[in-house]
T-cell receptor
Framework: GQNIDQPTEMTATEGAIVQINCTYQ??????LFWYQQHAGEAPTFLSY????GLEEKGRFSSFLSRSKGYSYLLLKELQMKDSASYLC??????????FGRGTSLIVHP | DAGITQSPRHKVTETGTPVTLRCHQT?????MYWYRQDPGHGLRLIHY???????DKGEVSDGYSVSRSKTEDFLLTLESATSSQTSVYFC???????????????FGSGTRLTVV
């Protein structure tokens, strides 16, 4: 089975930086996804980490440490539109990701 | 754009009735998935398919069946709907996403099903 732990809710101020942590335990490991989901919409792909280290994509970065079973999503220069749920999804031996319950990020002015 | 469409977008049905949800894709993707999403549980895999007539169970498959007679269509059937199956259902496909040639999962817009 797979266990995924991420905070339920976080709040931050527009223009700030926020880090959303995720710890996981999987049977095998083949990569970790981060998805963004706005209320009432489908999840959309943000990043995929296979190797340890930081992957940077514009305002969003994702970090992975396979030995620690740990990942984080870093969001810089927060905008109001970044208010959404962020889903951590490690992929185990089946290559099918298991999704965490998500972290609801609220960005306020 | 993976060209995924789900139908219907919304449905209300009565307990005990059969319900079929459809997922249609236009780009010949091999792998297709059905998830349900509920408050407090996140996305949970119901069934998936790795080709025509090739399907397998996910973690919450009880009460659901699937069929894939054509590459483009993946059908999810609730044989006898129960109130516990009230949920938002998402279909997904696996494809190469973004400029780094990583594979990822693209989701359809979802079907909101209410069983009364």
């Amino acid at each position: 089975g797979q266990n995924i732990d991420q905070p339920t809710e976080m709040t931050a101020t527009e223009g700030a930086i926020v880090q959303i942590n995720c710890t996981y335990q999987t049977s095998g490991f083949n990569g970790l996804f981060w998805y963004q989901q706005h209320a009432g919409e489908a999840p959309t792909f943000l990043s995929y980490n296979v190797l340890d280290g930081l992957e940077e994509k514009g305002r969003f970065s994702s970090f992975l440490s396979r030995s620690k079973g740990y990942s984080y999503l870093l969001l810089k220069e927060l905008q109001m539109k970044d208010s959404a749920s962020y889903l951590c999804a490690p992929s185990g031996g089946s290559y099918i990701p298991t999704f965490g319950r998500g972290t609801s990020l609220i960005v306020h002015p | 754009d993976a060209g995924i469409t789900q139908s219907p977008r919304h449905k209300v049905t009565e307990t005990g009735t059969p319900v079929t949800l459809r997922c249609h894709q236009t780009e010949n993707h091999r792998y297709m998935y059905w998830y349900r999403q509920d408050p407090g549980h996140g996305l949970r895999l119901i069934h998936y398919s790795y080709g025509v007539k090739d399907t397998d169970k996910g973690e919450v498959s009880d009460g659901y069946s699937v069929s894939r007679s054509k590459t483009e269509d993946f059908l999810l059937t609730l044989e006898s709907a129960t109130s516990s199956q009230t949920s938002v259902y998402f279909c997904a496909i696996a494809e190469i996403i973004g400029t780094d040639s990583n594979y990822g999962y693209t989701f359809g817009s979802g079907t909101r099903l209410t069983v009364v």
